[in-house]
C-alpha cells in the first residue's frame, strides 16, 4: 500500500479570519505523513477519479471516508506547558505567582529528580495532552536532566510533536530545587539537547527548547550562557514568562535595575528574537509591542492562568496584538492553567477578550470563534516558527490532524447536532461544548496516535 486519502467534511484555517469551511474534501498523504493534495468539491463517487487525476493509481491508495457527523480539523498547539505540573493541575487557584511558585509548584516540581516518578507522569502528560489533540506542544520540564531526556523519549515513542526544555533556575527558588551551578545549569542544557538530536536526528518530531523559566530564576552568567547556546544554535526556539504578573515584573526590575522592561533584558542576553515563545504578556508597553513586532517573537497566549494563577488576573491584549501583526498563540500553561484542554482555552480566550471589549470601551473587539480556532491551529504553529510544517492542510505540509465525532458513540455531550445543522454550525457547536470524548481519532506526521482505525 503506498499513500492514505481521507475524504470528508474538513475545516482548516489560513488566518485569524480566513476560516475555510470544505463539505467534502480529499487529502492525500504520503508514506512519510506528509499532505500531497487537498482537493475540495469531490463527489462520493468521484474520489477515484480525482485519485487518478493525481496521477494515483486509486488500487494503491487506501482511501478511508470519514462516518456522518465526523469532520477534519488540523491537531491543536500548545504554546505553553508545563509537563512537571501535570500533577497539581487545579491547585493553588487565586495565588500569586511567586507564592504559588514557591508553595505549590517547586516542591512538587522538585519530585522529577525521581526518574521512574517523572516516567509515570510524563507518560500520562502525553497521553493527556494527545488524547485531548494537542499534536505540537511546547513544554517546560523540570530541572533535571534526566527528567527531560524521559519526557522527550516518551514524546517520541507517543508520537507526539514536541518542544521539550530543560528548565533553567539557578537561583530564587529553595536549594533543594534549583541548578547548583550556573555551570551545571548550561552543562545540563547542552546534554539535552544532545540526546534530543540523538533520538530524533532530523527533528522530525522534537526540538530542545531554551527554557530560562524567567529572569528571576537565572542569574546573569545563565542567561549570558543560554544566548551563546542559542547564536551557536539558530535551529532551537526559546521560551520564557514575560510580563506576568505585576508581583513578578516588580521582582525582576529589582533584580535587573538596568534595564526599565522585560524586551530589553531578554533582548540584551541574545534571548529575543524570530525564535522566542514568550508566555503571558499581560501587561505590554507601547514600546515592548513594539519590539516584538520588530523582533519577530511571539506570545503564547495563556487565557486561563492569566485570570486564575499569577496575580495578573487580567488576559493580554490580544487584539492589539493581532492589530499590530505580532504572532499569537494558545497556551494551556497547565498547571497554572486549571484545564490542559486547548478547547477550554480557546473558550477562556473569548470570555477574556469580551471583558477587554468592555474595558477599551468597543475599541478592542472580542475574539470570535474563527479566531479562536487559528489561535488554536495555525497562529501556534507560527509562534513556533513551524508554520512551514503544521497548522493547516497545505499541500507540502505534515498530516497532523484530528478527527472529530460529533453523532452517535462520539457524541459525548456536546450540544446536540441536528438534522438541518451546516458544517459550520456543528464545528461551532463542537468548538464550544466539545471535548476529547469528540476527538475520535488523532494523527501525528500521518500515525494514528490516539484512536482506532
Ligand atoms: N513564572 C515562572 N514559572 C512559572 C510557572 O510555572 N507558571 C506560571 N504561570 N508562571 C511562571
Ligand atoms: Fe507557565
Redesign the pocket.
Known amino acids: 500500500m503506498g499513500s492514505t486519502a481521507y475524504y470528508g467534511p474538513i475545516i482548516h484555517t489560513f488566518g485569524p479570519s480566513e476560516l475555510e469551511i470544505i463539505p467534502s474534501g480529499l487529502i492525500v498523504i504520503d508514506t512519510e505523513g506528509q499532505i500531497m493534495s487537498l482537493t475540495r468539491q469531490v463527489e462520493p463517487h468521484s474520489v477515484n477519479l480525482v485519485l487518478t487525476s493525481l496521477d494515483l493509481s486509486p488500487d494503491l491508495v487506501d482511501v478511508r471516508r470519514l462516518a456522518p457527523g465526523q469532520m477534519l480539523i488540523p491537531g491543536f498547539v500548545d504554546t505553553h506547558n508545563?509537563a512537571p505540573?501535570w500533577a497539581q493541575r487545579g491547585l493553588g487557584q487565586g495565588m500569586h505567582?511567586l507564592d504559588?511558585?514557591d508553595q505549590i509548584?517547586f516542591p512538587n516540581e522538585a519530585r522529577f529528580s525521581d526518574p521512574a516518578y517523572a516516567r509515570r507522569v510524563y507518560a500520562s502528560c502525553v497521553d493527556g495532552f494527545l488524547r485531548q489533540g494537542i499534536t505540537m506542544a511546547s513544554y517546560?520540564g523540570s530541572v533535571h536532566g534526566e527528567a527531560t531526556k524521559i519526557l522527550a523519549d516518551l514524546c517520541l515513542e507517543k508520537g507526539q510533536r514536541a518542544f521539550v526544555g530543560k528548565c533553567n533556575m539557578s537561583r530564587n527558588s529553595p536549594p533543594y530545587y534549583r541548578d547548583a551551578t550556573v555551570e551545571e545549569s548550561l552543562q545540563v542544557t547542552e546534554d539535552c539537547i544532545a540526546h534530543i538530536r540523538r533520538i530524533d536526528p532530523h527533528g522530525r518530531l522534537l526540538k530542545h527548547v531554551l527554557t530560562p523559566?524567567?529572569a528571576?530564576?537565572c542569574d546573569p552568567e545563565v542567561l549570558t550562557g543560554l544566548g551563546k547556546i542559542a547564536k551557536r544554535n539558530p535551529d532551537l526556539p526559546i521560551q520564557t514568562?514575560f510580563n506576568?504578573a505585576e508581583q513578578?515584573m516588580t521582582a525582576t526590575m529589582g533584580l535587573f535595575p538596568q534595564f526599565t522592561n522585560e524586551a530589553d533584558l531578554y533582548e540584551h542576553y541574545g534571548l529575543l528574537g524570530r525564535r522566542s515563545i514568550l508566555?503571558?504578556c499581560c501587561h505590554m508597553t507601547d514600546y515592548e509591542m513594539g519590539r516584538l513586532r520588530e523582533l519577530d517573537s511571539g506570545v503564547a497566549h495563556?487565557p486561563i492562568?492569566n485570570m486564575t494563577?499569577?496575580g495578573g488576573f487580567m488576559a493580554a491584549p490580544i487584539r492589539d496584538f493581532l492589530r499590530r501583526g505580532i504572532k499569537v498563540g494558545l497556551g494551556t500553561?497547565s498547571?497554572?492553567?486549571f484545564s490542559s484542554s486547548i478547547l477550554d482555552a480557546m473558550r477562556q480566550a473569548m470570555i477574556a477578550s469580551h471583558a477587554r471589549e468592555v474595558a477599551s470601551k468597543g475599541e478592542d473587539k472580542g475574539l470570535t470563534i474563527p479566531e479562536a480556532f487559528y489561535l488554536a491551529t495555525l497562529g501556534g504553529a507560527e509562534v513556533c516558527c513551524l508554520a512551514d510544517k503544521i497548522g493547516n492542510f497545505v499541500t507540502g505540509k505534515a498530516f497532523d490532524a484530528l478527527v472529530i465525532g460529533t453523532q452517535g458513540a462520539d457524541s459525548g455531550i456536546m450540544t446536540m447536532v441536528e438534522d438541518d445543522d451546516d458544517l459550520l454550525t456543528v464545528f461551532e457547536k463542537f468548538i464550544m461544548t466539545g471535548d476529547d470524548r469528540n476527538i475520535t481519532r488523532v494523527y501525528v506526521q500521518g500515525r494514528l496516535v490516539k484512536g482506532a482505525m
Open positions: 508545563h505540573q505567582i504559588w511558585l509548584t517546560y523559566r524567567f528571576i530564576s514568562h506576568e513578578e508566555a503571558h495563556c492562568s494563577v499569577g500553561d498547571g497554572g492553567g
